[in-house]
């Protein structure tokens, strides 16, 4: 069992990944923190209360984090998740009371109260809360087990040749994360770009035949529009499903170790991941980690990177794992 928290910008791919971290057995969804992006924090954070009903979600707080990115001009994709960030499927009333705390109180005291690096944060929207969590509580970041988070990409950008919307949408915050003390995976468009929601991937998953199920269908319709019209995509990528399927089955994605850092001033590349790839490390090749005095579990490279970027992804298994957790969520009765 993972234990993770979800900091999203509920996005209808955050959506599909806040059902699947809910309805996946090897999963515990110790709290969901939202974070703006995809549209205001306002509209992500009432999007957020609205899934709760939707897959019947209890007994998890729900805390709002950063209304704005920590330098940067604000970016708001609308033309991809629409004027509330979630058009598409009606959407039910807040099904959870906001708790009173700022997102990065509720993620301090979650990792606080859990044994040591026993909490996973699964960042997938800008990564302004998780950049404020590890500057305000510094002694708690090497409590947690790591960050595997969706964002950026070793060959290609989003809303640019070169970056990814969440680097992108707060790279100042981006590069704190990268160059925190903890362990980072990166799920980026690289391996994103090949989960894509195509017509019969979504044939699978309307056989589950239950409310959510249908819910997602309609998410992935309107999702899938605007990917259609804004990039000629076949379907949409599962972008953040992933970086959460990443933590319940490994095994869907295959990794390279190698430094990761966040280009800020590019006139063309800011926001740009830069991943070394020349500097890929092979544990068969590089002497033990344990050898530099760092800790095993920190799976540190020999140059004291904990950086690993995801180069290829098992397909078949993502969308087998997506069709199990709704399968397990069943039925909710959410439309009443
Ligand atoms: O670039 C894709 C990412 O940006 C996803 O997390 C999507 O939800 C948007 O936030
Ligand atoms: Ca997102």
Known sequence: ????????????????????????????????????????????????????????????????????????????????????????????????ELDSRHAIQLIADIVAEQPDKSVTLVPTGSLTNVALFARTYPELVERVAGVT????????????????????????????????????????????HKVLATPDRMEQLKKVNTDVSQFIAELVEFFGGSYMKERRYPGPPMHDPLAVAAVADPLILTTVRAPIQVETKGEFTRGQTVVDLRRTWNPDQAEDPSALGIADDYEADAHGVRHCVGIDVDADRFWDLLTSALTRIGTTNFRG
Not at 17 to 24: E, F, R, S, T, V
Not at 150 to 174: K, S, V
């Open 149 to 192: 988070l969706m964002g950026g990409g070793h060959h290609t950008g989003n809303m640019t040749p070169a970056a990814e919307f969440n680097i992108l949408a707060d790279p100042e915050a981006a590069q704190i994360v990268f160059e925190a003390q903890w362990p980072v995976t990166m799920v980026g468009l690289d391996v994103t």
């Open 1 to 96: 069992m993972t234990k993770i928290i979800l900091d999203c910008d509920p996005g209808h791919d955050d959506a599909i990944a806040m059902l699947l971290a809910w309805g996946n057995p090897d999963i515990e969804l110790l709290g969901v923190t939202t974070v703006a992006g995809n549209q205001t924090l306002e509209k992500v954070t009432t999007n957020a209360r609205a899934l709760a009903t939707v897959g019947s979600i209890t007994g998890v707080p729900f805390a709002a984090g950063a209304s704005r990115p920590l330098v940067g001009p604000q970016l708001i994709p609308e033309e991809i998740h629409g004027d509330s960030g979630l058009d598409g499927p009606q959407l039910p009333a807040p099904g959870v």
